[in-house]
Every structure is written in C-alpha cells, then in structure tokens.
C-alpha cells in the first residue's frame, strides 16, 4: 500500500507539472461573518458552482471582529462584513484591499439610494453593502388600551407604558434615536444637541423604561411583560407565534427616521483567495440569490432591488420606512462624550 500510494501521489506530481491536471484540494474560501447571517442553501450553492469550500466562522459584534482581527486573526480570512463605522476605520488602517470592479458584475443591482449614504467608501472601493437595517419601535397591541399612541421616538414619554417599556442596551442607538427626535444627526459633534438628547432621555423616557436591554427583550415583548420596545424587528417578529403578529405586533420606525447600520462585505487585505473572494461577493448580488438572503430574514428589498422579484415572503416592514434612517458614522475621539454621558444615564436608572 505504501508503494502504491508512492506511485500515485509521483505520477500526479508528473501529470500537475505537465498542466493535464491538478492534484490540489478544493480551494477554501475562509468567511468572517456575524451570526446567523449568511443562509447555508446560498453558501452551498457558491461551493457547487465554484467547485470550493466555504468555511464561515461567526461573530456577536463589530468590536469582537475587530479585536480578533488586529491581534493576529486578519490572516485567517478573507472575507469580513463589518457595519459602516468599522468599514471606516479598517480602511484607514489598510486592513482591506480593493475590489476589482472588472469582476464584480453585479454592481449595477446595488440600489443608488445607498450609495448616497456611503460617504466613506461611496464608489464600493473596499465594501460592497450587504445589508441596511435599523431597530424600530414594537408595540405588543393586545396590552396597549389606548391605540392613539405617538408614533415618534417620543412614545417613550408616554405615561401607559410606564414599567412596561425598554429600550436596547446600546449607547448609539438610543441616543440616536433622541437625537433625530429633536432634528439632529446620530453622529453630532455638537455638544450643545447632544446634552439635549440626553436630558430628554434621562428626563422624559426613563421614568417609563424599567430596562435598557438589548437581548432578551423579545422574549420579554411575547411573553406580555414589555407593551413597548426599541428593537429590531426579526428580534421580535422571531419570538411572537406567526399566526399572532397581526394582533400582537405593531412595529413602525418613526417619520423622522432613526440611526440605521449598514453591513458590507469586504476583502482582507491578507487574503490568500483574493479572487474566489470577488466571485462570492458578486455571486451573494445576483438577485436570485439575495432574495434568499432577504427570505431567510423577512427583511425588505433596499440593498439590491432586482432581487425582490424573486422574493417568496412577505417583509417584516417596507423598505420604504429606511430612506430617513440615517448611519452612525465613526466618531473618533468624540465618541466618548457619547459613552460618559450614557454611563450617568444607566447608573441612574
């Protein structure tokens, strides 16, 4: 057997050299991503094509990314599908390569709307957008007794919910979402516009708010305990029985929009599958294959609009709600007038 195995593994060495075959293994492509997020039946179908094997390692937050990544980690990987904030600051840092847009055909499925609020890499350089989302406002319908509720972010002023309300345990969010309530941007350096929003929250919202929590609170909202929560909507929509989101679940984002988080696919600079790693960007924007994306999730058709023809569910909420959203950019050194001013709102409560 060893002789023989010697033999083999020679003449497939001889044949490999005389370009008639390749004795390699599949390519592997390494995948960086969050939980959850990429469906298999699209991995599966890239490995099928492409004739390769995806290998997709997951993660709870941009910060645990990053952090993997800057100690050693980039090398691992080539794929990684940081929000915009960290899109930001990888590309300062050179942690990414460029996109070859010779090969990445599907460019012209990415909705222009996008591309208008991508004001740090506006011609896909280095990301290509993967999803834009925002949390919104839930209200558990069958709680509430009176339905002339205000569908602002203001509704956390409301004295029906005291007790029964949250808001998610996350500085930018819900500080954001007092900061468009009040016509500022989420990413403000204006100091003046931010102790204001802060005074409405400390003031106004957390009488009524008994948690700011950014896990358990659909678990909370379809047990009945909380009648209003800032969250996301598959959080929510994933915890509440189907056949009761009609008469259970209002869920809204507001008119005057709220801060929203944009997810991007992008190379590592230290791919060692540069160019498999272009063909899974561009195979993950062939229309057919987002809307699995997109059904997978429930989510609705912003990114690239071609695919929701071939949708086969009905979204969560319409795309339409997200134009006003606005993302939260990279504050640098700012972010901590964010972070203190938080911290004294959450001891408090």
Not at 79 to 97: G, T
Not at 170 to 179: F, H, T
Not at 262 to 285: G, P, Q
Request: charged share 25%; aromatic share 14%; with cysteine.
């Amino acid at each position: 057997m060893k002789i023989t195995s010697k033999i083999v593994t020679a003449a497939c060495l001889l044949i490999a050299a005389m370009g008639l075959v390749s004795c390699n293994k599949k390519q592997v492509l390494k995948l960086y991503s969050w939980t959850y997020y990429t469906p298999t039946d699209v991995v599966e179908a890239f490995e099928k094509e492409f004739d390769c094997k995806v290998v997709v390692t997951e993660y709870d937050s941009n910060e645990t990314m990053f952090n993997k990544l800057i100690n050693g980690g980039a090398k691992s990987f080539d794929i990684v599908v940081p929000s915009q904030d960290y899109v930001s600051i990888m590309i300062e840092k050179n942690m990414l390569r460029k996109i070859d847009q010779s090969k990445f055909t599907n460019r012209d499925k990415i909705n222009p709307k996008i591309l208008e609020k991508i004001t740090y890499d506006p011609n896909m350089e280095y990301a290509v957008p993967y999803y834009f989302g925002a949390a919104g406002i839930s209200v558990n319908k069958k709680k509430v007794s009176s339905q002339n509720y205000e569908r602002t972010w203001n509704i956390f002023a409301d004295p029906q919910f005291k007790n029964h309300a949250s808001m998610m345990d996350d500085y930018r969010e819900v500080i954001g979402d007092a900061l468009m309530y009040q016509g500022h941007s989420v990413s403000t350096k204006n100091y003046d516009e931010l102790k204001s929003a802060i005074d409405l929250i400390k003031n106004k919202w957390c009488p009524n708010i008994v948690k700011f929590d950014a896990e358990g609170f659909g678990k909370d909202f379809a047990r009945g305990d909380l009648w209003l929560c800032q969250g996301y909507a598959e959080v929510i929509y994933g915890e509440v029985p189907e056949e009761e989101w009609d008469s259970t679940i209002d869920f809204f984002i507001p008119e005057e929009g709220g801060p929203s988080y944009l997810d991007s696919m992008c190379i590592l600079r230290d791919s060692k599958n540069v160019e498999l790693a272009t063909e899974f960007i561009n195979f993950i924007h062939r229309p057919e294959n987002y809307a699995k994306f997109l059904d997978f999730f429930r989510f609705p058709c912003y990114i690239n609009m071609e695919a929701e023809k071939y949708m086969k569910t009905t979204p969560m909420y319409p795309a339409e709600i997200m134009d006003k959203c606005e993302l939260k950019n990279d504050l640098g050194d700012y972010l901590e007038n964010y972070y203190s001013l938080w911290e004294k709102i959450r001891v408090s409560n």
